[in-house]
């Protein structure tokens, strides 16, 4: 058995699907990497990974675009000719089988907007004592 573990953001909400009777979530998850190359550039790479969860829907209202989760389940890889360029393809699966909600919608939206940053206010300027007043 194959195991893989990624811990990344959902592309986007999920989508429900009834398979032979069976509810099936499927969603994307973008796993970045950065790493610096033989030159010591720094760069991104984002892996995307399709991922299938059976059967679990009280899951479903959590799993929105821009959550950060961990899954872990059994991955399989598919080839296939693409439609826009007739070139051969690939695409990386996982069949779920435990995820993990490592933060929630509106944590992450709340992260990305500075207005939600308090000011703080400035403070008053401390007044000097003369040299010949010391408390001691």
């Not at 509810?23 to 994307?28: D, H, L, S, T």
């Not at 872990?72 to 699966?93: F, I, K, M």
């Amino acid at each position: 058995m194959i195991k893989l573990q990624l811990i990344g953001h959902l592309g986007r909400d999920v989508v429900k699907k009834e398979v032979n009777g069976v509810v099936v979530f499927n969603f994307p998850v973008a796993v970045n990497e950065r790493f610096k190359n033989a030159l010591g550039v720094l760069q991104e790479r984002t892996t995307w990974v399709d991922c299938a969860l059976w059967d679990r829907e009280n899951l479903a209202p959590y799993l929105n675009q821009g959550v950060m989760v961990y899954v872990e389940g059994s991955p399989r890889v598919e080839a296939y000719v693409s439609h826009n360029t007739g070139a051969l393809a690939g695409a990386l699966r996982l069949r779920v089988s435990h995820v993990q909600l490592l933060s929630r919608r509106d944590e992450e939206k709340r992260r990305a907007t500075a207005t939600d940053v308090p000011s703080v206010p400035e403070a008053e300027p401390v007044q000097e004592q003369p040299a010949d007043d010391l408390p001691f």
